[in-house]
């Protein structure tokens, strides 16, 4: 990539492989998602950087992505899976190998334990360092993550629109929680997984919606490749893009997400 090669940021993936240690209380278990996979998948759609999310699958043993991105010389930055037996020491090291945050599986734990003493700390230490904290929740549980989150003054990054309730779109209180919390400018959105969300038509009036809420300033686009849950579907990498073309129809819109957004969000620049 020359200095004058625009941004192109994928912000949400995963690697997933059987050789290292697997969540024993995984919700599934998604087929291998190989690293020179997704970065010929960049290549390929003019992808430049990414960020590789720690899948639920392998828990809270970082080891396989963060060894993936140490390969790759500040290309991809990463989010772990944490909880609050990792301390400073351990943070420190992540950081040294462009981690800039954690993600919360709130499908894996209940959106309480957030709540508590431990995870309080946690959160605090996070916000100190200015990382990221993502969620990957469902509509009920997000106001109950911003009452735990928000006071820290965290960045905070809601997955997959936030997945609310298909029949309910934009209507859902959960959904109408992240327009009201985003006011206070500190609430990112990503716009991907709309098949969690019930679909392309379901999820085109949420990204209208935060379009008009938050502006392309505070969106991000993720492949969510490998699709996991959704492996069998016959997904393609560039349809993941053809989708945010569909979701985000201004051009300058989506080269905003696509790029400046993303790549300072995320400590590219």
Not at 57 to 69: K, P, Q, R, Y
Not at 181 to 200: D, F, P, T
Request: glycine share 8%.
């Amino acid at each position: 990539m020359t200095d004058s090669t625009p941004y192109r940021i994928d912000t949400h993936a995963h690697v997933v492989s059987h050789d290292y240690p697997l969540n024993p209380h995984r919700r599934h278990t998604p087929h291998e998602a190989k690293l020179e996979d997704y970065i010929r998948y960049h290549d390929e759609n003019g992808i430049t950087h990414g960020v590789l999310i720690q899948p639920s699958t392998h828990g809270f043993d970082n080891t396989l992505m963060c060894e993936s991105i140490a390969e790759l010389n500040g290309r991809i930055h990463g989010i772990v899976m944490i909880d609050p037996s990792f301390d400073d020491a351990i943070l420190d090291e992540f950081e040294q190998n462009h981690i800039v945050g954690v993600r919360f599986s709130l499908l894996d734990m209940p959106v309480e334990t957030l709540g508590e003493p431990g995870y309080q700390n946690l959160i605090q230490r996070l916000a100190a360092r200015d990382w990221i904290i993502e969620a990957l929740i469902k509509g009920p549980d997000v106001p109950a993550f911003f009452e735990h989150v928000a006071p820290s003054g965290a960045r905070m990054v809601i997955n997959h629109f936030g997945i609310p309730d298909p029949a309910l779109g934009v209507n859902d209180p959960s959904f109408q929680s992240i327009l009201t919390e985003a006011e206070a400018g500190k609430v990112w959105v990503k716009v991907s997984g709309q098949y969690r969300c019930g679909g392309l038509e379901k999820a085109k009036p949420l990204a209208e919606a935060l379009i008009t809420s938050l502006g392309p300033e505070r969106l991000l686009w993720g492949s969510d490749w490998p699709w996991t849950q959704f492996q069998d579907a016959g997904f393609t990498y560039k349809m993941s893009l053809d989708w945010l073309s569909v979701l985000v129809e201004k051009e300058s819109d989506r080269a905003q997400i696509l790029g400046p957004t993303a790549a300072e969000f995320y400590g590219f620049v």
